[in-house]
């Protein structure tokens, strides 16, 4: 079958740097994307990665080694707004998007 | 820019009842999805459309029916709806061109709890 594992929950300080990580067993491989999900509200895009390395974009950067199925998002100088849900989602070969259940990230002063 | 809507924003529905969800995009869009979100299960697929016209079966489509009559609107219908459906209803769109162009985005969501 198809899988996504993430943790389901991390904690960090604001101002700090945190690492979710992802892991995935799909039936082929055609691009991992990170969502910001806030309480209540829907999935936002955040990043797309598609072949190995890291890919930033302002204080958050996503990487990906495809030989190992994993990935990760690295969110640099925390912000309390960044307390929320973050998503990993892999394209399978045939396109289709098969998401992990997320992982739930809490902020603290 | 509207992006997706969705309507209504919450219901309580009686089981047995049947009921329309409503989404609606303009970012003409090819490919249009229904999810459900349910606590600590992730996002699933019920019902995805690649095209005006044509429409396909995801991961939880029983209970569920879709249509696809233009390229802007992608009503779900629950036919008789049952406990087991309460969930939060996301509909998503994407160009479906392959590539980055497949990130899909997000309406606001439907809140929908069945007694």
């Known amino acids: 079958g198809q899988n996504i594992d993430q943790p389901t929950e991390m904690t960090a300080t604001e101002g700090a740097i945190v690492q979710i990580n992802c892991t995935y067993q799909t039936s082929g491989f055609n691009g991992l994307f990170w969502y910001q999900q806030h309480a209540g509200e829907a999935p936002t895009f955040l990043s797309y990665n598609v072949l190995d390395g890291l890919e930033e974009k302002g204080r958050f950067s996503s990487f990906l080694s495809r030989s190992k199925g994993y990935s990760y998002l690295l969110l640099k100088e925390l912000q309390m707004k960044d307390s929320a849900s973050y998503l990993c989602?892999?394209?399978?070969?045939?396109?289709?998007?098969?998401w992990g259940a997320g992982t739930k990230l809490i902020i603290k002063p | 820019t509207a992006g997706i809507t969705q309507a209504p924003t919450s219901q309580i529905l009686a089981a047995g009842r049947s009921m329309t969800l409503r989404c609606t995009q303009d970012m003409r869009h090819n490919a249009m999805y229904w999810y459900r979100q349910d606590l600590g299960l992730g996002l699933r697929l019920i019902h995805y459309s690649n095209t005006a016209g044509t429409t396909g079966k995801g991961e939880v489509p029983d209970g569920y029916s879709v249509s696809r009559a233009n390229t802007d609107d992608f009503p779900l219908t629950l036919a008789s709806a049952v406990p087991s459906q309460t969930s939060v209803y996301f509909c998503a769109s994407s160009d479906a061109g392959g590539g980055s162009t497949d990130t899909q985005y997000f309406g606001p969501g439907t809140r929908l709890t069945v007694l």
């Open positions: 989602a892999v394209h399978d070969s045939n396109y289709q998007l098969i």
